[in-house]
């Protein structure tokens, strides 16, 4: 049974940072490209970022250059390094596993105050 579970949100000011950790379990880890996927309150579950297996990365136009995703694959974890947040990126962010289907953690929610 395939578990995620994320961590790391907060409330935040507009320019902070804040780390997202998100721990799989349940799959062989380094098989799978995984992905965060943010959703603001009336609006529909976006892609933020993802990446592959081979570690390529990719991104939504809207964080890119401001949020970096990575991976550890000995502790089954994927990241998301956000930076100059803004008010904007305020949503509950998950992750998934890119190849499995409606499963989704419980997620973290993330607030920026302008």
């Known amino acids: 049974q395939v578990q995620l579970v994320e961590s790391g949100g907060g409330l935040v000011q507009a320019g902070g940072s804040l780390r997202l950790s998100c721990a799989a379990s349940g799959i062989t880890f380094s098989s799978y490209a995984m992905g965060w996927y943010r959703q603001a309150p009336g609006k529909q579950r976006e892609m933020v970022a993802t990446?592959?297996?081979?570690?390529?990365?990719n991104y939504a136009g809207s964080v890119k250059g401001r949020f970096t995703i990575s991976r550890d694959n000995n502790k089954n974890t994927v990241y998301l390094q956000m930076n100059s947040l803004k008010p904007e990126d305020t949503a509950v962010y998950y992750c998934?596993?890119?190849?499995?289907?409606?499963?989704w953690g419980q997620g973290t929610q993330v607030t920026v105050s302008s």
């Open positions: 998934k596993v890119i190849a499995i289907m409606n499963v």
């Open positions: 990446i592959t297996r081979g570690d390529i990365t």
